[in-house]
């Protein structure tokens, strides 16, 4: 593990008092549940710890690479990085205003999606992606039966 950071950019005091509980958390639950269980060693994932801190739930996993947004990472902060992992959090009103992101952006749906939409909304996007799934799902029905007619 290499860094640990907010996702959402906005300022909560509350987290400044908590950091260091937050962090053994995290890095408790990667050397449980995720360290060395995966055949790829680059990837990010995205948790959730609960209100109360007693449990810390995995929300989102994906590959390392191009498309990762480092969020309060430079990728050569991240690539160079050694030791144990660094946590930053937002730690001033002053911070969360200087933020590249929009507040709450990722509170409302993926990155992902956000990155995959080139602007439509999200309704738009939804309504293209069916498309594509259903072209999808006939090709593969259309390959499944010509397989099954050369037998």
């Given amino acids: 593990m290499k860094a640990i950071s907010q996702r959402d950019v906005n300022y909560y005091s509350f987290l400044n008092d908590i950091k ?5 958390k995290i890095i408790q639950f990667f050397e ?21 801190r007693e449990r810390v739930w995995l929300i ?13 990472y430079t990728w050569e902060e991240i690539l160079t990085a050694t030791g144990p992992p660094s946590f930053r959090l937002i730690t001033s009103q002053t911070e969360a205003s200087q933020s590249r992101s ?3 952006a990722v509170n409302r ?43």
Avoid at 20 to 24: C, I
Avoid at 32 to 52: E, L, S
Avoid at 122 to 151: C, K, M, P
Wanted: aromatic share 14%; glycine share 4%.
């Fill in 32 to 52: 449980t549940h995720v360290q060395n269980k995966f055949f790829n060693r680059d990837y990010v994932f995205d948790v959730y710890v609960t209100r109360n």
């Fill in 60 to 72: 989102d996993f994906n590959p390392f690479g191009p498309m990762t947004d480092g969020l309060m």
């Fill in 109 to 151: 749906y993926p990155r992902e999606i956000f990155d995959l939409s080139q602007g439509q909304t999200i309704a738009e996007f939804a309504e293209q992606f069916q498309r594509e799934l259903a072209i999808a799902v006939s090709s593969s029905d259309e390959e499944e039966n010509d397989n099954e007619d050369n037998v």
């Fill in 102 to 104: 929009r507040p709450f």
């Fill in 20 to 24: 260091e509980e937050l962090e053994t």
